[in-house]
């Protein structure tokens, strides 16, 4: 049995993700509006619970990330298997992956409960970090190469499986549902693919009041890409409305830069 440990997060799109939806109540916000009515409807969603483990494949552990909850699905325990994807390009064996690491996750529970006589289900959902919408079918079945006019006879015998994909390029900003902490992460994950990390949506101050240790981290993550402009994001800083908003924002820029200081310093 293959499982991979959990390990630090190595990019900061990681840290931001694990750091808010490892939260049930900010995992529960969001999923509850994106799968489907009915299943959304008979989880019970104030008993989700995050589980221990990562079971992805080390040679993407640079462009994905994943988390496990468990919940009460009609009574009965059901997981949901959560799979970021940050690359840039999407991976038309991404259906493959999933199925692997869903092995991993029932593999994993035999060995704790060797007395079991089924498996969980597994809701496998995939969140896409991407910037253009990617062109790729949800279903396992779509990698299988079928002869054609066989579909009927050959599907009884073969694998298959849906998964949920929400790409965040689908996603208007207004339409990113959830607690206000996750609104803002998943605002700010979207932004940084379209080049609009300074803009309103992410500086939505109306949000930052209900979330103002989230924002903290994201004002560090902002501050922490290449291609942010730090005379725009000070001027930003400034223009916050709130005073309390505004006093907090400043104080972390001006931690920024000396922590930004003190690298330079040491790689000197």
Not at 37 to 50: C, I, K, Q, S
Not at 192 to 200: C, I, P, Y
Request: overall charge negative; aromatic content about 10%; proline content about 6%.
């Amino acid at each position: 049995m293959q499982v991979m440990s959990d390990k630090p997060p190595h990019h900061p799109h990681d840290k931001l993700f694990k750091s808010t939806f490892g939260q049930p109540a900010n995992a529960a916000g969001f999923l509850r509006g994106e799968l489907p009515a009915g299943l959304a409807a008979a989880f019970d969603w104030d008993h989700l619970r995050l589980e221990p483990g990562s079971y992805i494949d080390s040679h993407y552990r640079h462009s994905e990330s994943d988390l496990l909850f468990s919940a009460p699905l009609h009574g009965q325990d059901c997981l949901i298997y959560v799979l970021f994807e940050h690359q840039r390009e999407f991976d038309r064996w991404l259906a493959l992956r999933l199925l692997r690491y869903m092995v991993r996750i029932w593999e994993k529970f035999l060995h704790q409960q060797p007395k079991a006589t089924r498996l969980p289900v597994i809701v496998p959902v995939v969140l896409a970090q991407n910037a253009a919408r990617w062109e790729l079918p949800p279903e396992f079945s779509a990698l299988l190469d079928i002869p054609a006019g066989l579909a009927d006879d050959v599907c009884p015998f073969i694998p298959d499986f849906t998964f949920r994909l929400i790409q965040l390029a689908d996603l208007s900003f207004d339409r990113i549902v959830g607690t206000a902490a996750g609104i803002l992460v998943l605002r700010t994950l979207k932004a940084e693919r379209t080049g609009q990390l300074l803009g309103a949506e992410v500086w939505d101050e109306a949000l930052i009041r209900r979330a103002l240790a989230t924002f903290e981290m994201i004002l560090r993550y902002v501050y922490g890409q290449a291609d942010v402009d730090k005379t725009a994001f000070a001027r930003k800083v400034a223009a916050l409305h709130s005073p309390t908003i505004r006093d907090t924002a400043m104080t972390l820029a001006q931690q920024f830069r000396q922590e930004g200081r003190q690298e330079g310093r040491q790689e000197g």
